[in-house]
C-alpha cells in the first residue's frame, strides 16, 4: 500500500505543482496585457481567464486529494476509510496547517480569477492574486524537507523562492505556448505592437527566473548534500541529476529562441510590411517542445520532494 501510496502522492504533486504554474504564468501574462486594447489583446483576455480557472480547479482538486491521501497514509487506513482521520490531520498536525493556508490562499485565488476580465486588469485585483499565489506556494514549501527546522528559516525561504521562480518559468512557457501564441496576430500593428511587447516581457521574465533558479537550486542543494559524491549512489542524487539535466535541456531551448528566433520574429512583428506568421510558429513550436521537458522536470521534482537526502541517513 505504501508503495502505491507513494506514486499517487507523486503524480498528484506533480498535478499540483503543474497546475500552480499555469496560475503564476497566466497571471504574469495578464499582468503585461493588462494596459493592451489591441484587437488581439481583446480577443486573448478571456482565454486567458478559462485557463486560469481551469488551473484553479486543478489545483483544488489536487490539493483535496492529496489530503486525503495523506490522512490515509498517516492512519494507516485504505483511502476509502481516511475520512475520519482527514479531520484529525487538519486540527492536529502541522501538514493540516499548511494545507489549511494553501486551500484559504488558492480560494482567494479563485475568486480574483473568477472575477470580469476589467476587473482582473486592476491593479489592486493583480496584488491580491500574486499575494494568494505567494501564500499558496508558501504553504507548499512549509511541507518539504525545507521546511523540517520550522515555518520560518532560510531554508524554507530560499526553497520557497525556487518554487516561485520554477513556476514562474514553467508557467509562461505553458501559458505563452499552449494559450497566448496560439493565435497570431495579424495585420494590425496595434496587435503586432501588443504581440511583440508581450513577448519581449516573456524573455526577459524567462531569463531572470532561470537565473534565480540556479541561484537558490545551488543554494538548496549545497544545505542538502556535504559533498559531490552524495549525488551517487542514491535514489536522492539520481532525481537531483535527472532533474538538472532536464532543466539544463530546456534552458538550451529557451536560448535557441532567444538567440536565434526571437530577433526574426520581434523585427516581423515591428515592420507590418512583413509576415510574422513563420518566425511566430517557430516560437511557439519550441516553446511548446520547452514545456514538455519542463513537466518532465516537474515530475523529477517530485520525486526529489518525495525521496529523503542520503544527509538524512
Not at 196 to 212: I, M, N, P
Not at 237 to 265: E, Q
Not at 277 to 299: C, N, Q, S, Y
Request: glycine letters at 8%; charged letters at 10%; aromatic letters at 6%.
Amino acid at each position: 500500500m505504501e508503495t502505491d501510496f507513494a506514486l499517487l502522492q507523486r503524480a498528484l504533486t506533480v498535478a499540483l505543482n503543474l497546475a500552480c504554474a499555469v496560475l503564476v504564468g497566466g497571471s504574469a501574462a495578464g499582468l503585461w496585457l493588462r494596459s493592451a486594447r489591441s484587437p488581439w489583446a481583446a480577443a486573448l483576455l478571456p482565454h486567458l481567464r478559462r485557463t486560469l480557472l481551469g488551473a484553479t480547479g486543478a489545483a483544488m482538486a489536487a490539493l483535496v486529494a492529496i489530503l486525503w491521501l495523506e490522512a490515509a497514509s498517516m492512519a494507516e487506513v485504505p483511502l476509502a476509510e481516511a475520512l475520519p482521520a482527514v479531520g484529525s490531520v487538519l486540527t492536529a498536525t502541522h501538514y493540516g496547517l499548511a494545507w489549511m493556508i494553501g486551500a484559504a490562499a488558492l480560494v482567494v485565488t479563485g475568486a480574483v480569477c473568477a472575477a470580469d476580465v476589467r476587473v482582473q486588469s486592476g491593479g489592486a485585483s493583480s496584488a491580491v492574486r500574486i499575494a494568494a499565489l505567494g501564500v499558496l506556494l508558501y504553504s507548499r514549501s512549509m511541507v518539504s524537507h525545507a521546511g523540517a527546522g520550522g515555518d520560518f528559516t532560510w531554508a524554507l525561504l530560499t526553497d520557497w523562492v525556487h518554487l516561485v521562480l520554477v513556476s514562474v518559468w514553467v508557467g509562461e512557457v505553458i501559458v505563452a505556448g499552449l494559450v497566448v501564441l496560439r493565435a497570431q496576430p495579424g495585420s494590425v500593428s496595434e496587435s503586432r505592437s501588443d504581440c511583440a511587447r508581450y513577448v519581449d516581457a516573456l524573455s526577459r521574465s524567462a531569463t531572470v527566473a532561470l537565473s534565480g533558479i540556479v541561484l537558490s537550486g545551488v543554494a538548496s542543494t549545497w544545505r542538502v548534500l556535504d559533498s559531490p559524491e552524495d549525488l551517487i549512489g542514491n535514489p536522492y542524487g539520481s532525481a537531483l541529476l535527472v532533474k538538472l539535466g532536464l532543466v539544463l535541456g530546456a534552458a538550451a531551448l529557451g536560448g535557441f529562441n532567444r538567440f536565434f528566433v526571437m530577433p526574426s520574429l520581434l523585427a516581423s512583428l515591428r515592420d507590418t510590411a512583413q509576415s510574422q506568421r513563420d518566425a511566430g510558429r517557430r516560437f511557439a513550436t519550441v516553446l511548446r517542445i520547452e514545456a514538455i521537458v519542463l513537466v518532465a522536470a516537474l515530475i523529477a521534482a517530485a520525486v526529489l520532494t518525495s525521496t529523503p537526502p542520503p544527509t538524512a541517513d
